[in-house]
């Protein structure tokens, strides 16, 4: 009896048979999650590319105004960040204007305003400590200041959660010396 099942075991331990279908079921599985983890960091990392391009598009067309910018004019700009980004779902836009004042040794907020859910406005405040966020500039120089928020819902479920991307923009005016905002005009 013993001698069967060691025969039976010796046997079954020297078959080669089918090995390769045993080690292609247990590995492809994590095969395939690793190529569908690669792609979904690569669409991640464009995903964050893509917003931050966006938010220096619109830092860079908001230092040639030399009009006044109006409400409709930052609720179209949010839609150009929402266009031009290609995201999906929430995403919020603040745009500011902050001033370096030697008086009070820190940036001043002239104007700013937001758009999207949960999203407040720059004071001054807020910026006490983002001198070394923000640039070096000459006394009451402006500068204007993109910030944006989307968030990346990855396609497949690899064991990553969303994740917020955020851009933070600055860019010196170009024509004109100040950006107005105007709540009044239309």
């Not at 910026?127 to 497949?156: A, G, K």
């Not at 005016?173 to 239309?186: A, E, I, V, W």
Request: net charge positive; charged share 25%.
């Amino acid at each position: 009896m013993f001698r069967k099942i060691r025969t039976w075991l010796r046997a079954f331990r020297d078959e080669t048979r089918g090995t390769v279908a045993v080690e292609a079921a247990i590995i492809f599985p994590m095969v395939l999650w690793g190529l569908l983890g690669t792609f979904v960091y690569f669409e991640g990392y464009r995903q964050a590319s893509i917003n931050t391009k966006a938010a220096n598009t619109i830092a860079d067309m908001l230092s040639r105004e030399t009009a006044d910018i109006t409400p409709t004019y930052i609720n179209n700009t949010k839609d150009l960040f929402d266009h031009l980004s290609q995201a999906t779902g929430d995403t919020r836009i603040r745009i500011s204007v902050v001033r370096w004042s030697n008086y009070h040794d820190n940036f001043r907020v002239d104007w700013s305003k937001t758009r999207g859910n949960s999203l407040n406005s720059l004071g001054n405040d807020d910026i006490l400590t983002w001198q070394d966020r923000l640039p070096e500039v000459p006394n009451q120089e402006r500068v204007i200041l993109v910030e944006t928020w989307s968030t990346y819902r990855p396609m497949f479920k690899i064991g990553m959660d969303p994740v917020e991307i955020k851009s933070f923009i600055f860019t010196r005016l170009r024509f004109s010396p100040q950006l107005k905002f105007c709540s009044d005009c239309t």
